[in-house]
């Protein structure tokens, strides 16, 4: 049986799940902020805990098939404008090769 059929909508399923619906979180937008370092960070408040993250962490998700994949890597931002998160200004690293990638620009 069809998610649709069963529960009417997607948000009404997740409810049902006790999930977080797009709803719940539309009604608490989380704060994004410019850092005095010039990276974006957000922060949201679901209630129960507040949790903080960086934008170019989460654009980078969007660059590797597992979020696993980003477990002690680096995300280099490839224009050194470090509130510039698009795709193309955004590269996974290891800490290793993001220290090199410094060096050589220096």
């Not at 529960?7 to 977080?20: D, M, P, R, T, V």
């Not at 994949?69 to 800490?95: A, F, I, M």
Request: glycine share 4%; charged share 30%; aromatic share 6%.
């Amino acid at each position: 049986m069809a998610i649709r059929e069963r529960f009417g909508s997607w948000n009404q399923a997740k409810e049902a799940a006790e999930l977080e619906t797009v709803k719940s979180v539309l009604d608490k937008p989380p704060n994004r902020r410019v850092m005095r370092d010039g990276y974006v960070r957000f922060r949201h408040n679901d209630g129960e805990s507040q949790k903080r993250f960086y934008e170019h962490r989460l654009m980078a998700t969007l660059l590797v098939d597992d979020i696993s994949e980003l477990d002690g890597k680096h995300v280099h931002h490839r224009q050194n404008v470090p509130w510039l998160n698009t795709l193309d200004n955004l590269q996974v690293v290891s800490p290793a090769e993001h220290v090199a990638i410094h060096a050589e620009a220096d």
